[in-house]
């Protein structure tokens, strides 16, 4: 019992960050269309343009768009099946985490928040300062729209936190590309 008391904060810690480097992805389409007669492609640069987002970002969406379209047999083209639009919605995040040294409520020993004794091994001094981080979690909405009829024919949307790292960010992008279009087309097996 006592080891699963020491694990518990390290498996919320695991649960935290696997859910922070995730994407959660959602598909919508229209029952209708008749996606295996689509076989070329184009961006719908008015739709593009009002994408709320660095124009560097909006390049590296439409790069790994292009990309995952590509490897699955399209081809980009003037006179395309589908145009393809984008939107990003972004959301600010703030935590507020108690920084009490020890944990006492778990049998780590020190000090709670605050003064007074804890159990368990060693001693320590608590000062029950806050600790505030903020993150950003971003929705990219990837829209195919039938070329001849200029109706939606398919959504893929894509959930998760955006990195700070300048790095890491191309790779971050291609992740939410890549598992939304996951998604594309509808009907085949993931």
């Known amino acids: 019992m006592k080891k699963l008391i020491k694990l518990l904060p390290l498996l919320a810690i695991l649960v935290v960050v696997s859910s922070c480097s995730s994407v959660r992805v959602a598909a ?7 996606f295996p007669e689509y ?7 008015t739709g593009i343009d009002k994408a709320e987002i660095s124009d560097l970002d909006k390049r590296r969406i439409l790069r790994a768009i292009e990309a995952e379209l590509l490897a699955k047999g399209y081809t980009k083209s003037k006179n ?5 639009s984008l939107f990003t919605k972004s959301q600010q995040r703030v935590d507020v985490y108690n920084n009490a040294w020890g944990m006492g ?3 780590w020993g020190g000090w709670g928040p605050g003064w007074g004794a804890g159990w368990g091994p060693g001693w320590g001094w608590g000062w029950n300062q806050p600790n505030v981080s903020t993150s950003t979690q971003g929705t990219l909405y990837i829209d195919l729209i039938d070329a001849k009829k200029k109706e939606l024919v398919w959504q893929g949307m894509g959930t998760g936190y955006l990195s700070k790292n300048m790095e890491k960010k191309e790779e971050r992008i ?7 279009m996951e998604k594309y ?3 085949v097996l993931q």
Do not use: T
């Open 185 to 187: 087309p509808p009907g």
């Open 105 to 107: 409520a778990w049998g």
């Open 39 to 45: 076989k070329s492609f184009a961006f719908f640069k």
């Open 174 to 180: 291609k992740e939410f590309v890549v598992k939304i």
């Open 80 to 84: 395309p099946d589908l145009l393809i």
């Open 28 to 34: 919508d389409y229209d029952k209708n269309a008749r």
